[in-house]
């Protein structure tokens, strides 16, 4: 495959069951010029066969295995790597995208060609037992932003809205996190925010397009990013100084 504008990459550890329907959303994109790459993080279940016949449906799709599990980090990096698209983006395996997403993002990256674009997304929270209703989660602003001051509020109002701290809801340039070396961390827990912080310190331009454009199925249990959460802040304005 030639070089195309998107690279989606989906990281795959025991997905069988949810990989299909992450897949399927991006195949129904109204922007056909992107990749899929899935990487298979040494499954124990199905996940690979599930894989295989997808590849087997679309030119566009690649498939990784890995022999054992690397973890997350590790996983993405190799995603980063491999990659052939302008831009990068993570989608996790159980998480789908609104069907002009691809599309949005190319007008206004045709506009604006900045190191990372942000979008809004909506969360729907999950038990074993029931499914509570989809929340909608807002950016700070929507428009364009560049320099360190006007980043560095971007940052902090991302941060006081909940939408700093993932990778899923960004694009980001590929050649930016190669030219910068911003790769994860092999730090085993917030693996998005280590990364992200590196990222929105070393970036020149972003884009905020405030439009729910991501689903994040969020499974109700004890989390190590609520945890943390708190934390974000003063980390953010440590590394800013």
């Known amino acids: 495959m030639e070089n195309v504008k998107f690279s989606i ?3 795959v550890y025991n ?4 990989v ?8 129904q994109q109204t922007y056909a010029d992107f990749e899929i790459i899935l990487i298979n993080d040494g ?9 295989r016949e997808l590849e087997s449906l679309d030119m566009r799709i690649r498939y ?7 973890g997350l980090s590790q996983v993405r990096n190799h995603g980063i790597l491999v990659a052939k698209g302008e831009y990068i983006g993570f989608l996790d395996a159980d998480d789908t ?3 002009d ?15 990372i674009l942000v979008c809004g997304f909506f969360e729907e929270y999950k038990s074993a037992n029931r499914k509570r ?3 909608v989660c807002k950016l700070p602003g929507d428009g364009f932003y560049y320099g360190r001051d006007e980043i560095s509020d971007t940052v902090i109002g991302m941060i006081q809205t909940s939408s700093f701290c993932y990778a899923w809801n960004k694009l980001y340039k590929k050649k930016f996190l190669i030219d910068k070396n911003v790769f994860y961390s092999k730090y085993p827990y917030m693996e998005d925010i280590v990364m992200n912080l590196s990222a929105f310190e070393r970036c020149s331009s972003v884009i905020l397009v405030d439009v729910p454009l991501y689903h994040y199925n969020r499974f109700v249990q004890f989390s190590l990013t609520t945890r943390f959460e708190a934390d974000f802040l003063s980390l953010h304005q440590l590394l800013m100084d």
């Open 64 to 70: 990784i295995e890995f022999s054992h599990n690397s």
């Open 15 to 18: 997905a069988g069951q949810t």
């Open 133 to 135: 209703p989809i929340c």
């Open 20 to 27: 299909r329907q992450a897949v399927v959303s991006v195949l």
């Open 43 to 51: 499954s124990q279940d199905d996940s690979g066969n599930v894989c």
């Open 101 to 115: 997403a691809l599309t949005v993002f190319y007008d206004r990256l045709a506009k604006h060609p900045v190191d």
């Open 97 to 99: 995208l609104e069907p």
């Open 9 to 11: 990459v989906i990281a």
